[in-house]
């Protein structure tokens, strides 16, 4: 096998978007604390936080206390944190077969930033990585995976190959991920799914950052503003014969 790289100038966050405040048990805690454990043993610095422990409002602005919320802890508790992070997981349960209203509140406030510039000119998150991890006890895994996962790349993440996994239990009321007897820890599928995942969004997070990023051509979006089209020619100017 090939020497593992040093991952250990990585940066994560976590963020779990359960409905439960802290201190109560997250089930979607206990699947992505694996994630973590694997992160830190190869030295990457993590951080894991709960969305719903913050006063985050709702809206796609920065800044939501200039359009009249009382209280935004984006600006200042959250944002910081993913724009300093190399890689960002998003976690979350399954309600009605989708993803929390916390998790969608989350993507809203990304998507917040995604006009947001890094240093080379390029969409601010151009460069780093991301995955999503799901749990609840009702099918919608790749569901919840696909919303989050397409969220991301839309707004400039890099996704990884696997870099989502989950687990569900018997469809309907039963035993959720941490409940003694679940099977849950214990599930080969997930494990290995979990494992993959992480060690993914780790080989792509560390090739993007010895690169120096995503190449700055092509991408840039002061510089079309300004005229350069990078070699795009556009469509000569006639009736397209498919028009109907």
């Known amino acids: 096998m090939a020497a593992e790289p040093d991952f250990s100038d990585l940066t994560a966050l976590f963020v779990n978007c359960t409905l439960k405040r802290s201190p109560e048990t997250s089930n979607t805690q206990g699947l992505m604390d694996s994630s973590i454990r694997l992160m830190r043993e190869h030295g990457v610095s993590v951080e894991s936080i709960r969305f719903v422990d913050h006063d985050v409002a709702t809206g796609v602005y920065p800044d939501m206390r200039e359009y009249g919320w009382q209280y935004d802890a984006w600006p200042e508790e959250i944002w910081p944190k993913v724009e300093d992070a190399d890689i960002l997981v998003i976690g979350g349960p399954i309600w009605l077969g989708d993803n ?39 099918d919608g895994i790749k569901h919840c995976a696909m919303d989050i996962l397409y969220s991301l790349q839309h707004i400039g993440f890099t996704i990884p190959p696997a870099a989502d996994a989950g687990w569900i239990g018997e469809a309907g009321p039963g035993p959720s991920y941490l409940d003694e007897g679940s099977g849950g820890p214990e599930n080969d599928f997930t494990n290995r799914n979990t494992t993959f995942m992480t060690y993914n969004l780790m080989h792509v997070a560390k090739l993007l950052k010895d690169a120096g990023g995503i190449p700055a051509i092509g991408n840039v979006r002061s510089e079309w503003d300004e005229g350069e089209h990078f070699g795009y020619v556009p469509a000569p100017d006639h009736p397209n014969p498919e028009y109907r």
């Open 100 to 138: 929390s209203s916390v998790t969608k509140r989350l993507i809203e406030r990304l998507y917040a930033m995604s006009g947001e510039k890094n240093a080379k000119g390029q969409y601010v998150f151009y460069g780093k990585v991301g995955g999503a991890i799901i749990t609840g006890n009702e």
